[in-house]
Every structure is written in C-alpha cells, then in structure tokens.
C-alpha cells in the first residue's frame, strides 16, 4: 500500500514540475503591458479592467453589457515565447466565479484570427490545463475552417469573455503556465 502511495506522490510531484511558467502576477506586475480590449470596438458599451489584488494576483473583472450589439470583455498580452514539440498544454492557475471564459493565443501578432478554448470556473483555485491542439481559429466568433493552433511560438495571449448574457464578473489569476 505505501508503495503505491509514494508512487502517485511521485507522479503528482512531477506533474507539477513540468509546468513552466510563462508569466505571473505579483504586487510588482505592471499590469500595463496588458491592453483593455472590449466591444466597444463594436459599439458596445461593455467595460472591464485588469488590476492587482492585495495579494498580488490579477484581477479581470468588470460587465458585460448586450447593448448596442455589444457582449465580450477582454485582456491582451502582446509576449514572444518559443515553443518545442514537448509543451503540449496551456495551465491557468486561476479563481473563477463560476462563469465560463476564453483563453486566446496567437501564434503571430499580425493574425486576424485567434484560437480559442474555453474553459469553466469553478469559484475556487485551481489549475486548469487546456491542450495546445484543442484552440480552435475563430474570427469575431465565427468558428474558422482552418487548422486548430499549431505554432511553434505564442505571440499573444487573452482572457475573453462573452457568453450571451448581461452579467458581472470576476477572474482572479495567479499564473500562466506551459506543459
């Protein structure tokens, strides 16, 4: 019994060793790297902000608003990070409040499209882990019949979200990870 103990700590203890962070939120985060993008691009009058908790996590909170054909909030992060074949998953280290999100990347910076994979909220931390070749191309949210994400760099990265109904929200994130 005590060996299959140590054999699923083992296990466990190298899952998480894996995950290479590729940004973090912290009490010296500037969070102005990060760009406010929302429907009012559109004409929407959505509104939402990123900003640092006490504890120094990010804080993507604000409403979403159907008005004016409005509807989605989100936060970009212009990066340039390198990817190899051994990295197949995206790890959010994340509180939700129960709501469904998008997280976005885009292999290159000059891409209309992004690639898309969403992800549910729990209301609690926790770590949520989406595969690489499950972001599905999407362009102002008509899915595109085009390959899902296979780059070998992730040039952008966005918290979206747009889930057909007025609403607050609040997304608590600690880290960003590569598996």
Do not use: C
Not at 78 to 95: H, P
Not at 132 to 142: D, I, K, T, V
Not at 147 to 172: G, H, V
Request: charged letters at 20%; glycine letters at 8%; aromatic letters at 12%.
């Amino acid at each position: 019994m005590i060996k299959y103990i140590l054999i699923l700590l083992t296990i466990s203890l190298n899952t998480h060793s894996n995950v290479n962070k590729i940004y973090t939120f912290s009490t010296q985060t500037n969070i102005k790297e990060w760009r406010v993008v929302n429907d009012g691009v559109m004409g929407g009058i959505s509104k939402s902000s990123l900003a640092l908790n006490d504890t120094g996590n990010g804080k993507f909170s604000g409403h979403v608003s159907l008005a004016n054909y409005g509807g989605f909030a989100s936060i970009q992060l212009n990066t340039s990070i390198k990817l190899d074949d051994e990295k197949k998953f995206i790890v959010l280290r994340i509180k939700g409040d129960g709501k469904r999100y998008e997280f976005r990347l885009k292999g290159l910076n000059s891409q209309s499209e992004s690639y898309v994979h969403q992800f549910s909220t729990s209301g609690k931390w926790e770590n949520i882990k989406l595969a690489l070749n499950e972001f599905y191309p999407q362009y102002r949210g008509s899915k595109l019949n085009i390959p899902n994400f296979n780059f070998n760099s992730i040039e952008q990265l966005s918290f979206l979200i747009a889930n057909k109904q007025e609403e607050d929200f609040e997304l608590l994130i600690d880290w960003i990870g590569i598996e």
